[in-house]
């Protein structure tokens, strides 16, 4: 299921409360892109039912293996929407790239990913 609409609709016929939505951005980003949709309205979409969001980078055709900030997620703009929808949970997600500098890998992306949730944080207290 590559968006939150299909999973919407899956929510509804279902009609359960413990069936809800936990988007990958990555994966949404890169099916909007696809099919010529925009990723936000899609996750808007999702309004009511979303309990977290995946943070994860992706670029057309790959979805995994890359840092943040060399893909085409906005993470920035899907924080924003997802939080003013309610979403306070959010999961990252890093890749191991084989390298000797991981550790200075995680903490890019913790820092990353940090200051947007920071930032979101602080536009709604």
């Known amino acids: 299921m590559n ?5 919407k609709e899956i929510v509804m016929h279902i009609h359960s409360p413990y069936l809800q939505i936990y988007p990958d951005i990555g994966n949404i980003t890169n099916a909007a892109v696809a099919e010529g949709k925009d990723v936000l309205l899609d996750l808007n979409s999702g309004f009511g039912s979303l309990v977290a969001m995946h ?8 979805f995994r293996d890359m840092m943040y900030g060399e893909g ?3 993470f920035s703009e899907a924080i924003k929407t997802a ?3 309610g979403v ?7 890749w191991y790239q084989e390298n000797d500098d991981w550790k200075d890998d995680v903490l890019f992306s913790r820092i990353f990913i940090s200051r947007l949730l920071n930032k979101e944080q602080k536009n709604h207290a």
Request: glycine residues 4%.
């Open 88 to 94: 306070r949970r959010f999961v990252t997600e890093f």
């Open 3 to 7: 968006t939150v609409e299909k999973a």
């Open 55 to 62: 943070l994860k980078e992706t670029k057309p055709g790959q």
């Open 83 to 85: 939080w003013t929808m």
């Open 72 to 74: 085409h997620v906005n």
